[in-house]
Structures are given as C-alpha cells and as structure tokens.
C-alpha cells in the first residue's frame, strides 16, 4: 500500500491489527448517487476507485501539509500510477445451460480478482498549499481542488474501458485458472513463517527495516470491493441539462 508506514523483513509474516471504520448512507443518499452515476453513463463500481484515489490523495495531502512526508518522497509519490485490485463475480460468465440446470447448486468459488492501472494520483502545487494551508478545514484539500467533475468522469470511464478489456478477453477463465494457483505455495510459505514466529519469536535471519517505499516495485494504491453488476457497453454520453 502507499500509505507512509513501517516495514520490515517480517511484515510479510505477521498478522495485522485490523482497524475498521464504517460510514452508512440513508436511502435518499444512495438513491442519489446511483442516479448521478447514472446520468454520467457509470456506474458506482466503476466511479470507486477512483473515489478511493481521491480518498487516499487527501490523507497524504494532510501527512505532507503536516511534514510527515519528505519533500524527495512526495515528489515520487506524485508521478506513480496507482493500481488497485479486487474481486469480481464470475459466476454471471459461466455456462449458461449447465447454470440452469443445476449448477447454480454447486458450491463454487466463482471469484477472480481485477486489476486496474490509473494515472497518477491528483494533486495540488506547493503554491497552492502556502496559500490555502490556514484556510483548510481538515488540514486537507477538498475534492474540488484536486480533480474537476469532468476529469473525474473521464477517468471513471477509462476504468469502465479496462474492465471490459479484461471481461471480453477470450482466455478469461484461462488466465483466473492459471493464476489463483501461484499464490498458493507463498501462502503455505507465509503460514509455516507466522508459525514459526509464534512459537519462537523469531525466523533464522534477524528482523531488518526496509528502508524506503521509493522503489520500482508494483505498489497498489488501494484496494476496492466487487465491481457489481457492470455493463461492457461503450460509456453512455453524459447527460446535459437544457
């Protein structure tokens, strides 16, 4: 992930504190913002990420505003993509005749994983934050400064175009079937490591910090929930009141 946090040779083995926070809409609210999705010809699973970019954006804003991030190090951050993962419903491409007759019975996973690949993470310029910095609320910039409604639909629907891609590719189910399985053994490989750890407190080589997140390594921004029900339909013109 690239929120700025602590790493080591052991994170990889050890159990995180998971740490919740969840925030409901009312009926009115949801109704809403699907209504608005769909006037722009998105959906919400689509407009998400993006939605989780903009989230992830403004608690880096607030850890730079605050000194808690160097200036070498924002200026790294500001210039990757951000990818982002998570998991998708096979079940609506399965086999129809076999679905109908019986298949929708049999216990079965039907879950692989998407992967999306957006442009840098919005931003505002040091000018920007010297001269807005006092007038800030939450000690972050708003939505409004860091992305316009148009480029947050623009990049909504370049999501929506991804997604297709990925949907309409003729080996799908080829490539979810040869990829679950090599996670496999790193699991297997992690649990006997966390064991070990429990019962020791330690692996055979000492635990070392690592030092930088600045690498080339593949970081995932965030990670987001299913994509729901999504139509691979080109993007719909957005709606223009007269």
């Not at 593949?218 to 987001?224: D, R």
Request: with cysteine; net charge positive; glycine share 8%.
């Amino acid at each position: 992930m690239s929120i700025p946090r602590k790493v080591t040779t052991y994170t990889l083995y050890r159990v995180p504190q998971p740490k919740r926070l969840a925030t409901t809409f009312t009926e009115r609210e949801s109704a809403l913002i699907i209504a608005n999705c769909r006037k722009q010809g998105i959906t919400f699973g689509v407009a998400f990420p993006i939605l989780g970019q903009m989230g992830s954006s403004r608690l880096l804003h607030r850890r730079y505003i605050r000194g808690e991030i160097e200036k070498g190090e924002w200026e790294w951050r500001r210039i990757q993509p951000c990818n982002t993962r998570g998991p998708v419903n096979y079940r609506p491409y399965l086999d129809k005749d076999w679905y109908t007759n019986g298949g929708s019975e049999v216990v079965a996973l039907g879950i692989n994983y998407f992967f999306h690949t957006h442009p840098f993470m919005p931003t505002v310029s040091d000018e920007w934050i010297a001269h807005n910095r006092h007038a800030l609320e939450d000690g972050t910039p708003p939505f409004s400064a860091l992305l316009s409604h148009g480029r947050f639909v623009l990049r909504s629907n370049t999501i929506k175009r991804q997604f297709k891609k990925f949907l309409t590719h003729p080996l799908l189910f080829e490539i979810a079937c040869a990829r679950l399985p090599m996670g496999q053994p790193f699991r297997k490989q992690a649990g006997r490591f966390w064991t070990r750890i429990c019962e020791s407190g330690g692996l055979d080589e000492p635990e070392k910090p690592v030092p930088s997140v600045l690498t080339d390594d593949l970081i995932y921004h965030n990670g987001g929930s299913t994509m729901g029900n999504v139509s691979t339909a080109e993007p719909l013109a957005p709606h223009r009141s007269s």
